[in-house]
């Protein structure tokens, strides 16, 4: 009987831990915004990229450790000049997070989740509770990394070459 209950734990603790290799329905039709303010969806942004990898960083312009990360991020774009940089931004001032990307000089395509880092499908489907948080998507719009808090992560650079 013991035996028969580990077992089921192992079980159950192995599903809680799976991670995805693509994103669910409804984080694909989230609602993002562009920087011209433009309404869209986080599959077609994510579609318009097919055939290329993406690194996506979500990030806000109020986090410290996501401006900390900012020059890695960078660096990875020199080495990495045919990845696409999409930054997902949770902040819920658009006003700042528009500011911020200028203000850190940040290159790359830029959106806004408006309802922030503890609501909407996409961060929930990511299960936010820390920024920054990065991820790798694919050619073909796999996801090859799912969960990488820091920019200087070797996961990241691992799933970039692949």
Same mark, same amino acid.
């Given at each position: 009987?013991?035996?028969?209950?580990?077992?089921?734990?192992?079980?159950?603790?192995?599903?809680?831990?799976?991670?995805?290799?693509?994103?669910?329905?409804?984080?694909?039709?989230?609602?993002?915004?562009?920087?011209?303010?433009? *309404?869209?969806?986080? *599959?077609?942004?994510?579609?318009?990229?097919?055939?290329?990898?993406?690194?996506?960083?979500?990030?806000?312009?109020?986090?410290?450790?996501?401006?900390?990360?900012? +020059? *890695?991020?960078?660096?990875?774009?020199?080495?990495?000049?045919?990845?696409?940089?999409?930054?997902?931004?949770?902040?819920?001032?658009?006003? /700042?997070?528009?500011?911020?990307?200028? /203000?850190?000089?940040?290159?790359?395509?830029?959106?806004?989740? +408006?309802?922030?880092?503890?609501?909407?499908?996409?961060?929930?489907?990511?299960?936010?509770?820390?920024? +920054? /948080?990065?991820?790798?998507?694919?050619?073909?719009?796999?996801?090859?990394?799912?969960?990488?808090? *820091?920019?200087?992560?070797?996961?990241?650079?691992?799933?970039?070459?692949?």
């Amino acid at each position: 009987m013991i035996k028969q209950i580990a077992f089921i734990s192992f079980i159950f603790a192995s599903c809680i831990f799976v991670t995805p290799t693509q994103f669910s329905e409804k984080a694909l039709n989230d609602t993002l915004f562009s920087l011209k303010g433009e *309404k869209t969806t986080f *599959k077609k942004i994510i579609n318009q990229y097919k055939g290329k990898k993406v690194l996506i960083d979500v990030w806000a312009s109020w986090c410290g450790d996501c401006i900390g990360g900012l +020059p *890695k991020v960078k660096m990875l774009q020199k080495e990495f000049p045919n990845v696409v940089f999409l930054f997902l931004s949770v902040d819920e001032d658009a006003d /700042r997070w528009k500011n911020g990307v200028e /203000r850190f000089k940040i290159i790359g395509e830029h959106y806004n989740l +408006p309802k922030g880092m503890k609501n909407g499908d996409f961060v929930n489907f990511l299960g936010v509770s820390w920024i +920054p /948080r990065y991820l790798v998507v694919d050619e073909f719009g796999g996801i090859t990394l799912f969960n990488a808090t *820091k920019s200087s992560d070797k996961k990241i650079v691992e799933a970039l070459k692949k």
